[in-house]
């Protein structure tokens, strides 16, 4: 293991502490890949963030085959699909927050009650048909409700969020959710949300092209 990878199997790990102190998500639920050579690296299942080291961290091959001494996600089956059908992904940020769960246990998108939904890649945020947790179906699903966008819900279940960086796909997964708390106190106003046009998501995600998440030195992460 070089050092290249020691370093990005501590990113894995990082960034699901941090989703868990974003509130975002809560203890070992949620997981996290990344791609890595000629597969991706994948978070263990059931085991607490802070109690991981660089070696639990599970290696998983296009084919499907693992390295690695605790047993993978359960959902290792979407992570490796986003990432072998999408080359502009690097990275998959799968939670639970409370929010956008509470949408997708309604089985309801969300549509472009805010400009920020176009960070999503389009008008709305699609919820991908209900399957069981970590089937082929699931997979399938979430490939579909993610073509020409980089999240969306899970029925009865949770969030993906994709990025070119772990960094990129933690700030969308926190995005979604401030956006889904957002569309859920709008419902309670029991008012008819306004919704902005597709062709204003349109010029907005356009003009994203150059915001995001940035550096200290004002470069784009990821």
């Known amino acids: ?27 070992t639920s949620g997981n996290i890949s990344v ?5 991706i690296l994948l978070t263990p ?3 607490p963030y802070e109690e991981l080291n660089p070696e ?11 390295e690695g001494r605790l047993e993978r996600s359960s959902e290792w089956r979407f992570h490796l699909a986003i990432q ?13 927050s409370n929010h956008a769960t509470a949408l997708a246990i309604q089985e309801m998108e969300i549509p472009a009650i805010h400009y920020m939904v176009a960070a999503g890649g389009g008008p709305n945020i699609r919820c991908a048909p209900y399957a069981t947790f970590g089937t082929q179906e699931l997979a399938e699903n979430a490939l579909t409700a993610l073509k020409n966008r980089s999240c969306c819900l899970l029925a009865h279940h949770g969030v993906i969020a994709t990025g070119s960086s772990l960094s990129t796909a933690l700030w969308l997964a926190s995005e979604v959710e401030t956006i889904a708390k957002q569309y859920i106190l709008i419902l ?14 349109e010029r907005v995600r356009t003009k994203m092209s150059g915001y995001g998440l940035k550096n200290r030195k004002g470069k784009l992460v990821g």
């Open 45 to 47: 299942t059931g085991i």
């Open 188 to 201: 309670s106003t029991g008012q008819k949300p306004k919704l902005l046009s597709d062709a204003e998501i």
């Open 84 to 96: 072998k059908n999408r080359k502009d992904v690097n990275a998959v940020v799968h939670t639970h």
């Open 35 to 39: 791609r890595w050579q000629e597969g």
């Open 56 to 66: 639990d961290i599970c290696y998983q091959n296009w084919e499907g085959e693992v």
């Open 1 to 27: 293991m070089d050092e290249a990878e020691i370093e990005l199997r501590e990113e894995i790990i990082r960034t699901g502490i941090r989703m868990n102190e974003l509130g975002i998500n809560q203890g």
